[in-house]
């Protein structure tokens, strides 16, 4: 049976996360009830900026990817994690500052910025601003204009790799809603343009080929790839890009069979690639960044939920219904993703095989996984759902009008409360 860092079963059978027993958590919170364990989340911060402040130019840091898990407590750990925070959207920029977050270390993404976030990135002096099109270029370089500042951004480039876990194709990839491609000279022609712009200072190449990635050769291919771009920058402008920034993707364990690299497994092959990169085209060493999102958080997630019925049909399959469901965890019904589901109340039993989880809302496809081997839960037990930390709680939604769930934070036999589960009244505060 897989089980996450921090998790194992005590002597009366119940999942404890950071020795707190899951069972007992379920029912002083209630379900759905967002785990997250802050003690992996701090490991995994300061695994990536040891080893990147040890193996890369002075001033390099990793930015936490926030679209995987934003919330105000998160700013907060990753301020006192030093690190760097990539945000995509206003909301997502309002958090991290009302956290606290210093305003230079975050990296401001996005292809459709509209141009109130961009006033409101401009205004709040984020530390870069990671421009995606030439409309954004050019609206940005009015809004510093009118706000007398010279802003640092970066630009979107697509390095013609895109990898998903195992395979990576290096083509083309021109058929993206992000960033300038290499291929087709549009990214040469962007930084030309950002270049003459008067208030934008151009820092920064950016690519981020894909994610739930379990190799490391495309990294190190789009390395190689982006040292070479800069190298034609230069030959065709005489400015060196001072910072590469290489995105997110490293792989979390959603199941058994999952084998995502340890962080330093997949950092070493890129740091040796960007120095004999360097080496090779005999270019000067750029700061390094990288935003990683789901290899920080995912593993640190577990979803509490209570079974609520179970409906064997006969020759068909069994439905072990949960208090939650696509409305807190999408990804199954978006687009099948894996997870390991344990009976968190028992360690020992009958298995009920092929089990599928549904959730309450009214739509067949709403299932938080398909063919689990669990042990047989009764109506009342508690179902833990496995890293679930990335992009469920960020991805979470109201749909029949659902309350999103409560989150807690819990660390060495310690936990608590960092997200209010919503009221109904929440639910209305906008109506009218
Ligand atoms: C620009 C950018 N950076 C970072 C990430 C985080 O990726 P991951 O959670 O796979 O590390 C993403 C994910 O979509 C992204 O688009």
Redesign the pocket.
């Known amino acids: 049976m897989m089980l996450t860092p921090g998790l194992r079963f005590n002597e009366i059978g119940h999942l404890t996360i950071e020795g707190l027993d899951a069972v007992s958590l379920a029912k002083e919170y209630g379900t759905p009830l967002y785990v997250i364990n802050e003690k992996l989340i701090r490991n995994n911060c300061k695994r990536y900026t040891s080893f990147i402040s040890d193996n890369f130019k002075a001033g390099s840091f990793p930015c936490y990817?926030s679209?995987?898990l934003s919330c105000l407590e998160i700013y907060r750990v990753m301020k006192e994690e030093n690190m760097g925070v990539?945000v995509?959207s206003g909301g997502e920029l309002y958090t991290a500052l009302k956290a606290g977050f210093p305003s230079e270390r975050i990296f401001f993404?996005g292809n459709n910025k509209t141009p109130d976030e961009l006033n409101m990135a401009v205004k709040n002096n984020v530390g870069r601003v990671i421009v995606d099109s030439l409309t954004e270029l050019q609206t940005l370089n009015e809004i510093a204009i009118e706000l007398n500042c010279k802003v640092k951004i970066g630009l979107?480039i697509k390095p013609g790799i895109e990898a998903h876990t195992h395979d990576y194709i290096k083509t083309g990839q021109i058929d993206s809603k992000?960033g300038f491609s290499i291929e087709n000279g549009e990214a040469l022609s962007a930084v030309k343009t950002a270049l003459n712009c008067s208030n934008l200072e151009l820092c920064q190449l950016?690519c981020?080929i894909g994610?739930?990635i379990f190799d490391t050769q495309p990294f190190a291919d789009a390395v190689e790839v982006m040292l070479g771009f800069f190298a034609k920058i230069y030959s065709e402008t005489g400015i060196w890009i001072k910072e590469l920034n290489l995105?997110?993707?490293?792989g979390a364990r959603y199941i058994d069979t999952d084998s995502p690299l340890e962080i330093e497994e997949y950092l070493t092959p890129v740091a040796n690639a960007l120095h004999e990169a360097c080496q090779k085209m005999n270019i000067p060493e750029p700061v390094f960044h990288i935003?990683?999102?789901?290899?920080i958080v995912g593993e640190a997630g577990t979803t509490l939920y209570t079974v609520g019925n179970i409906k064997e049909i006969e020759n068909v399959r069994t439905y072990v219904s949960v208090d939650g469901g696509m409305a807190d965890n999408i990804r199954y019904a978006l687009y099948k993703a894996d997870y390991t589901v344990l009976n968190a109340s028992r360690s020992s039993g009958n298995i009920l095989n092929n089990a599928t989880i549904a959730g309450k809302c009214c739509e067949s496809g709403d299932l938080i996984q398909e063919g689990v081997d669990l042990i047989k839960p009764e109506v009342g037990d508690t179902l833990a759902v496995l890293t679930t930390g990335?992009?469920n709680y960020s991805m979470a939604s109201n749909y029949n009008r659902s309350l999103k769930p409560a989150m807690i934070m819990v660390n060495d036999c310690t936990h608590r409360l960092i997200i209010k589960r919503e009221t109904y009244d929440d639910v209305l505060k906008n109506d009218i």
């Open positions: 990817a679209k995987a990539d995509v993404h979107r992000f950016h981020h994610s739930q995105g997110g993707g490293l935003e990683p999102g789901r290899s990335a992009y």
